[in-house]
Protein backbone atom coordinates (compact mmCIF):
# COMPACT_ATOMS: atom_id res chain seq x y z
CA UNK A 1 0.00 0.00 0.00
CA UNK A 2 1.57 3.48 -1.06
CA UNK A 3 1.68 6.47 1.53
CA UNK A 4 -1.27 8.05 -0.29
CA UNK A 5 -3.50 5.05 -0.09
CA UNK A 6 -2.71 5.06 3.57
CA UNK A 7 -3.75 8.65 3.95
CA UNK A 8 -7.00 7.82 1.96
CA UNK A 9 -7.58 5.57 4.95
CA UNK A 10 -6.54 8.02 7.83
CA UNK A 11 -8.45 10.82 6.46
CA UNK A 12 -11.73 9.34 7.45
CA UNK A 13 -10.46 9.84 11.42
CA UNK A 14 -9.14 13.15 11.04
CA UNK A 15 -12.42 15.12 11.73
CA UNK A 16 -12.22 13.93 15.32
CA UNK A 17 -9.02 14.76 16.15
CA UNK A 18 -11.01 17.79 18.36
CA UNK A 19 -12.96 15.19 19.85
CA UNK A 20 -9.97 12.69 21.00
CA UNK A 21 -7.86 16.16 22.49
CA UNK A 22 -10.17 16.82 24.88
CA UNK A 23 -11.11 13.03 25.96
CA UNK A 24 -14.97 12.67 24.99
CA UNK A 25 -16.27 10.84 22.08
CA UNK A 26 -20.42 10.75 22.78
CA UNK A 27 -21.82 7.48 22.62
CA UNK A 28 -24.20 9.10 19.88
CA UNK A 29 -21.70 9.69 17.40
CA UNK A 30 -21.94 7.03 15.60
CA UNK A 31 -21.69 5.24 12.20
CA UNK A 32 -23.77 4.41 9.62
CA UNK A 33 -23.78 0.72 7.91
CA UNK A 34 -22.62 0.04 4.59
CA UNK A 35 -23.15 -3.39 3.91
CA UNK A 36 -22.13 -5.92 0.90
CA UNK A 37 -23.86 -9.43 2.06
CA UNK A 38 -23.19 -12.55 -0.15
CA UNK A 39 -25.15 -15.89 0.68
CA UNK A 40 -23.93 -19.58 -0.41
CA UNK A 41 -26.94 -21.57 -0.73
CA UNK A 42 -25.61 -24.50 -2.38
CA UNK A 43 -26.06 -26.95 0.16
CA UNK A 44 -29.62 -26.18 0.59
CA UNK A 45 -32.29 -28.28 -1.32
CA UNK A 46 -33.08 -26.26 -4.80
CA UNK A 47 -36.46 -25.88 -3.28
CA UNK A 48 -35.11 -23.62 -0.72
CA UNK A 49 -33.08 -22.21 -2.74
CA UNK A 50 -35.48 -20.56 -4.98
CA UNK A 51 -37.46 -19.41 -1.55
CA UNK A 52 -34.33 -17.40 -0.89
CA UNK A 53 -33.31 -15.99 -4.28
CA UNK A 54 -33.74 -12.52 -2.59
CA UNK A 55 -32.38 -13.56 0.73
CA UNK A 56 -28.77 -11.67 0.69
CA UNK A 57 -30.52 -8.34 -0.89
CA UNK A 58 -33.04 -8.57 2.37
CA UNK A 59 -30.27 -9.06 4.72
CA UNK A 60 -28.14 -5.68 3.40
CA UNK A 61 -31.53 -3.41 3.29
CA UNK A 62 -31.98 -4.92 7.08
CA UNK A 63 -28.39 -4.05 8.07
CA UNK A 64 -28.17 -0.60 5.88
CA UNK A 65 -31.54 0.66 7.10
CA UNK A 66 -31.93 -0.12 10.79
CA UNK A 67 -31.66 2.49 13.43
CA UNK A 68 -27.99 1.52 15.27
CA UNK A 69 -27.35 4.51 16.49
CA UNK A 70 -27.43 8.27 15.51
CA UNK A 71 -24.61 10.10 13.29
CA UNK A 72 -23.96 13.21 13.45
CA UNK A 73 -21.66 13.38 10.33
CA UNK A 74 -22.95 10.20 8.39
CA UNK A 75 -19.54 8.21 8.55
CA UNK A 76 -20.12 5.22 7.44
CA UNK A 77 -19.01 1.88 8.47
CA UNK A 78 -17.81 -0.88 5.57
CA UNK A 79 -19.33 -4.60 6.50
CA UNK A 80 -18.62 -7.83 4.26
CA UNK A 81 -20.58 -10.65 5.15
CA UNK A 82 -20.96 -14.46 4.08
CA UNK A 83 -23.82 -16.31 4.70
CA UNK A 84 -23.33 -20.09 4.27
CA UNK A 85 -26.64 -21.78 4.93
CA UNK A 86 -27.95 -25.39 5.51
CA UNK A 87 -31.41 -26.77 5.56
CA UNK A 88 -32.79 -27.76 9.18
CA UNK A 89 -36.54 -26.84 8.61
CA UNK A 90 -39.01 -29.27 10.30
CA UNK A 91 -42.62 -29.30 9.76
CA UNK A 92 -43.82 -25.78 8.41
CA UNK A 93 -41.46 -23.80 10.18
CA UNK A 94 -38.47 -22.76 8.21
CA UNK A 95 -35.14 -23.27 9.95
CA UNK A 96 -31.17 -22.62 9.07
CA UNK A 97 -27.78 -23.95 10.67
CA UNK A 98 -24.55 -22.28 8.63
CA UNK A 99 -21.61 -20.33 9.23
CA UNK A 100 -21.66 -16.61 9.11
CA UNK A 101 -18.60 -14.57 8.31
CA UNK A 102 -18.40 -10.69 9.32
CA UNK A 103 -15.43 -8.02 8.64
CA UNK A 104 -15.33 -4.26 8.22
CA UNK A 105 -12.87 -5.28 4.78
CA UNK A 106 -9.67 -3.98 6.64
CA UNK A 107 -8.81 -5.42 10.01
CA UNK A 108 -11.25 -6.51 11.63
CA UNK A 109 -13.39 -9.94 11.06
CA UNK A 110 -15.72 -12.10 13.55
CA UNK A 111 -16.79 -15.73 12.46
CA UNK A 112 -19.29 -17.58 13.81
CA UNK A 113 -19.79 -21.73 13.03
CA UNK A 114 -22.99 -22.49 15.41
CA UNK A 115 -25.20 -20.58 14.25
CA UNK A 116 -28.48 -21.74 13.96
CA UNK A 117 -32.10 -19.53 13.65
CA UNK A 118 -35.63 -19.85 11.85
CA UNK A 119 -36.61 -17.21 9.10
CA UNK A 120 -39.83 -17.49 6.99
CA UNK A 121 -38.79 -16.97 3.41
CA UNK A 122 -40.39 -13.54 2.19
CA UNK A 123 -40.72 -12.25 5.89
CA UNK A 124 -39.56 -8.57 6.57
CA UNK A 125 -36.32 -8.53 8.34
CA UNK A 126 -36.66 -5.71 11.43
CA UNK A 127 -34.48 -6.02 14.67
CA UNK A 128 -35.94 -4.25 17.79
CA UNK A 129 -33.54 -4.15 20.75
CA UNK A 130 -35.14 -6.36 23.56
CA UNK A 131 -37.11 -8.48 21.01
CA UNK A 132 -34.52 -11.63 20.78
CA UNK A 133 -34.62 -13.36 17.62
CA UNK A 134 -32.57 -16.04 16.57
CA UNK A 135 -31.57 -13.98 13.58
CA UNK A 136 -31.31 -10.51 13.99
CA UNK A 137 -30.21 -10.54 17.45
CA UNK A 138 -26.61 -12.48 16.20
CA UNK A 139 -26.67 -9.95 13.23
CA UNK A 140 -27.23 -6.80 15.80
CA UNK A 141 -24.36 -8.55 18.40
CA UNK A 142 -21.80 -8.48 15.55
CA UNK A 143 -22.70 -5.23 13.80
CA UNK A 144 -21.71 -3.61 17.54
CA UNK A 145 -18.83 -5.99 18.17
CA UNK A 146 -17.72 -4.13 14.71
CA UNK A 147 -18.52 -0.54 16.44
CA UNK A 148 -17.06 -1.20 18.97
CA UNK A 149 -13.76 -2.01 16.95
CA UNK A 150 -14.60 1.23 15.03
CA UNK A 151 -15.03 3.46 18.43
CA UNK A 152 -11.65 2.44 19.62
CA UNK A 153 -10.05 3.70 16.82
CA UNK A 154 -11.57 6.95 17.77
CA UNK A 155 -10.53 7.08 21.60
CA UNK A 156 -9.37 5.36 24.41
CA UNK A 157 -11.97 2.43 24.93
CA UNK A 158 -14.76 4.76 22.78
CA UNK A 159 -15.84 0.92 22.03
CA UNK A 160 -16.82 0.54 25.50
CA UNK A 161 -20.87 1.17 24.69
CA UNK A 162 -20.85 -0.90 21.63
CA UNK A 163 -19.04 -3.79 22.87
CA UNK A 164 -21.82 -3.35 26.09
CA UNK A 165 -24.34 -3.67 23.79
CA UNK A 166 -22.86 -6.73 22.46
CA UNK A 167 -22.23 -8.24 25.81
CA UNK A 168 -26.12 -7.59 26.75
CA UNK A 169 -27.67 -9.49 23.28
CA UNK A 170 -25.62 -12.16 24.56
CA UNK A 171 -26.37 -12.36 27.89
CA UNK A 172 -30.96 -12.15 26.99
CA UNK A 173 -29.73 -14.03 24.18
CA UNK A 174 -28.34 -17.21 25.82
CA UNK A 175 -31.43 -17.26 28.34
CA UNK A 176 -33.96 -16.57 25.71
CA UNK A 177 -33.74 -18.30 22.72
CA UNK A 178 -34.81 -22.07 23.69
CA UNK A 179 -33.72 -24.35 20.90
CA UNK A 180 -31.18 -21.59 19.13
CA UNK A 181 -29.20 -21.26 22.24
CA UNK A 182 -26.36 -22.77 20.71
CA UNK A 183 -23.54 -20.46 20.07
CA UNK A 184 -24.26 -17.76 22.47
CA UNK A 185 -22.27 -19.26 25.11
CA UNK A 186 -19.01 -18.62 22.95
CA UNK A 187 -20.43 -14.91 21.71
CA UNK A 188 -20.90 -14.14 25.66
CA UNK A 189 -17.07 -15.08 26.18
CA UNK A 190 -16.36 -13.65 23.10
CA UNK A 191 -17.66 -9.69 24.54
CA UNK A 192 -16.81 -10.45 27.87
CA UNK A 193 -12.86 -10.91 26.39
CA UNK A 194 -13.17 -8.00 24.91
CA UNK A 195 -14.19 -5.59 27.68
CA UNK A 196 -11.91 -7.45 29.66
CA UNK A 197 -8.54 -6.20 31.56
CA UNK A 198 -6.67 -8.58 29.54
CA UNK A 199 -7.77 -6.90 26.27
CA UNK A 200 -7.68 -3.50 27.21
CA UNK A 201 -3.78 -3.14 26.45
CA UNK A 202 -4.63 -4.61 23.01
CA UNK A 203 -7.45 -1.68 22.50
CA UNK A 204 -5.55 1.62 23.91
CA UNK A 205 -2.73 0.34 21.30
CA UNK A 206 -5.69 0.65 18.50
CA UNK A 207 -6.04 4.04 19.88
CA UNK A 208 -2.79 5.31 19.54
CA UNK A 209 -1.79 3.75 16.31
CA UNK A 210 -5.18 5.15 14.33
CA UNK A 211 -4.74 8.80 16.25
CA UNK A 212 -0.83 8.77 14.41
CA UNK A 213 -2.14 7.44 11.47
CA UNK A 214 -4.62 10.41 11.50
CA UNK A 215 -1.66 13.41 11.07
CA UNK A 216 0.01 11.24 7.88
CA UNK A 217 0.56 14.10 5.51
CA UNK A 218 -0.07 16.59 7.75
CA UNK A 219 2.45 16.19 10.46
CA UNK A 220 4.03 13.31 9.73
CA UNK A 221 6.57 13.31 12.53
CA UNK A 222 3.73 13.69 14.89
CA UNK A 223 2.20 10.32 13.09
CA UNK A 224 5.86 8.39 13.47
CA UNK A 225 5.80 9.48 16.88
CA UNK A 226 2.08 8.02 17.54
CA UNK A 227 2.52 5.01 16.00
CA UNK A 228 5.91 4.52 17.44
CA UNK A 229 4.13 4.12 20.76
CA UNK A 230 1.92 1.95 19.45
CA UNK A 231 4.61 -0.26 18.03
CA UNK A 232 6.22 -0.58 21.40
CA UNK A 233 2.76 -1.53 23.22
CA UNK A 234 2.25 -3.89 20.37
CA UNK A 235 5.48 -5.78 20.88
CA UNK A 236 4.44 -5.76 24.92
CA UNK A 237 1.70 -7.47 23.78
CA UNK A 238 3.29 -10.17 21.60
CA UNK A 239 5.95 -10.66 24.73
CA UNK A 240 3.29 -11.23 26.94
CA UNK A 241 1.18 -13.47 24.84
CA UNK A 242 3.06 -14.60 21.56
CA UNK A 243 -0.28 -16.34 20.65
CA UNK A 244 -2.70 -13.85 20.60
CA UNK A 245 -4.51 -13.91 17.26
CA UNK A 246 -5.78 -10.25 17.47
CA UNK A 247 -2.14 -8.65 17.58
CA UNK A 248 -1.26 -11.23 14.75
CA UNK A 249 -4.16 -9.95 12.62
CA UNK A 250 -3.57 -6.33 13.49
CA UNK A 251 0.41 -6.66 11.86
CA UNK A 252 -0.99 -8.43 9.28
CA UNK A 253 -3.65 -5.89 8.53
CA UNK A 254 -1.14 -2.92 8.65
CA UNK A 255 2.47 -3.52 8.36
CA UNK A 256 2.14 -2.05 4.74
CA UNK A 257 0.93 1.14 6.56
CA UNK A 258 3.97 0.59 9.01
CA UNK A 259 6.30 -0.03 6.44
CA UNK A 260 4.89 3.36 4.18
CA UNK A 261 5.04 5.78 7.45
CA UNK A 262 8.65 4.82 8.17
CA UNK A 263 9.76 4.20 4.58
CA UNK A 264 11.74 8.12 4.52
CA UNK A 265 12.09 8.06 8.10
CA UNK A 266 15.51 9.07 9.63
CA UNK A 267 14.15 7.09 12.94
CA UNK A 268 13.64 3.81 12.10
CA UNK A 269 13.61 1.54 15.61
CA UNK A 270 9.86 1.14 14.89
CA UNK A 271 10.71 -0.87 11.81
CA UNK A 272 13.24 -3.05 13.80
CA UNK A 273 10.61 -4.07 16.30
CA UNK A 274 8.39 -5.24 13.54
CA UNK A 275 11.15 -6.91 11.94
CA UNK A 276 10.83 -8.79 15.32
CA UNK A 277 7.35 -8.78 15.46
CA UNK A 278 6.57 -9.96 11.87
CA UNK A 279 9.47 -12.29 10.59
CA UNK A 280 6.63 -13.32 7.32
CA UNK A 281 7.72 -9.94 6.21
CA UNK A 282 11.16 -9.71 7.02
CA UNK A 283 12.75 -8.75 3.64
CA UNK A 284 10.68 -5.81 3.55
CA UNK A 285 11.91 -4.39 6.81
CA UNK A 286 15.26 -5.25 5.64
CA UNK A 287 15.38 -3.64 2.48
CA UNK A 288 14.12 -0.42 4.27
CA UNK A 289 16.81 -0.59 7.01
CA UNK A 290 19.70 -1.61 4.65
CA UNK A 291 19.10 1.33 2.38
Same mark, same amino acid.
Given at each position: M???N?I???KK????I?L?? /???V??????????E?????????QE?Q???????D?V???????????D?W?TPV???????L???????E???????????S??????DL???????S??Q????E???????????F?V?? /??GG?????G??S???Y??K????A???????????E??D????????????RH??FR??????F???????ED?????K???TA???????????????YAR?F?NAHY?? /?????RR?????P????L??D?????L?RD????
Amino acid at each position: MMLENVIMICKKYVFIIPLIL /IGFVSSSMAQRIEAEVETDLRTLPQEKQDKLYDFADRVTHFLNSSPWCDDPWNTPVYLTITLRLEDMSQGAEERYKGTIIVSNSYDIQFSDLRWRFAYQSGDQIIYEENNFDSFTSVMAFYVNM /ILGGEFDKWGTLSGTPYYEKARNIAEQSKFGLGRFIEGWDRRLDLVNFFLSDRHRPFREMVDYYFYGLSYVDEDNEKARKHCATAIQMLDKIVSNDPENEYARNFINAHYQE /ILEIYRRARYKEPLRQMLILDPDHDRLYRDILER
